[in-house]
DNA sequence: ATAAACTCTCCAGTTAGTGGAGTGTAAAGG
DNA sequence: CCTTTACACTCCACTAACTGGAGAGTTTAT
């Protein structure tokens, strides 16, 4: 199938899936006379694959990582629940610190009027060294 | 001040130091003989505003507005505030992302045994279109 | 035949810096 | 005074993961 079709069918962008095939994320093959990327139903797999995992964060890497275990028959599940742990605890430590940081900014932004006046706590705490 | 104290006293390397200036977020003197560049007092206090805005996540552009509310003596509280509560909802929503995330990720990883052998939910919920 | 829709490549831009090469300047030690 | 060391400069390339656009060729529909 054209680009068009397998961007459409893992809600990806034609953009998205042309840099995919750039970087050999997939490898569809090339119709020589006209140089229209061909997908086959592989290829297709592989893009849903990775559009899924892309929304679970993983990296382009990651993603690259994971796609040669789902087609490694002889995968150990460990290796794909290691990644899958690394990325929880990636995420548990961004959730750590944006709560924190939200935390900090609530609290400047209730100490603050919000009038017409210059005072402005938040503004001192941002110039307090 | 050279660039290296400033840098310290601001706790930012040199490199992004230089970076801001290249950018205008700080417009240090210039020695025309040496090229070297001359940071006075003014300049590390804003250094160190945009240093401590950074950390509470504000863009490099949310940097400036900031800067010049801050040096702004008729600015109103309210446009800080304005600023800083949009910080907030950006902060709620990518917590809310993440949070949905970390809970997909460890049902996956919850019913994946994690051992030698091929069968995995994990690649099985990718796979899954 | 022509117009619309689709595809291609190549280049540039995005964020906020970081790394390195090559070169010039300043301060300290001998 | 000379040399080493530390610091400074510019310029270019690179990062992640695309996105936008120009200019050109192809396919499909009317």
């Known amino acids: 199938m054209n680009i068009g079709k397998a961007a459409k069918l893992s809600n990806l962008t034609v953009k998205t899936v042309r840099y ?11 119709n020589c006379s006209t140089g ?9 797999a592989q893009l ?3 559009a899924k995992a892309r929304k679970f964060n993983f990296s382009i890497q990651e993603c690259e990582e994971l796609l040669s275990l789902y087609s490694d028959k002889n995968r150990s599940s460990k290796e794909v629940k290691a990644l899958t742990l690394d990325k929880i605890s990636e995420i548990d430590a961004k959730l750590i610190e944006l709560k924190d940081l939200r935390r900090q ?4 932004a209730n ?17 307090d060294v």
């Open 20 to 30: 995919y095939a750039d970087i050999g994320l997939v490898k569809p093959l090339k």
């Open 36 to 44: 229209y990327r061909d997908f086959s139903d592989d290829d297709l």
């Open 48 to 50: 849903q694959f990775v």
């Open 105 to 108: 900014l609530s609290f400047l």
């Open 111 to 127: 100490n603050c009027k919000g009038n017409d006046r210059p005072e402005c706590p938040i503004l001192d705490a941002l110039a």
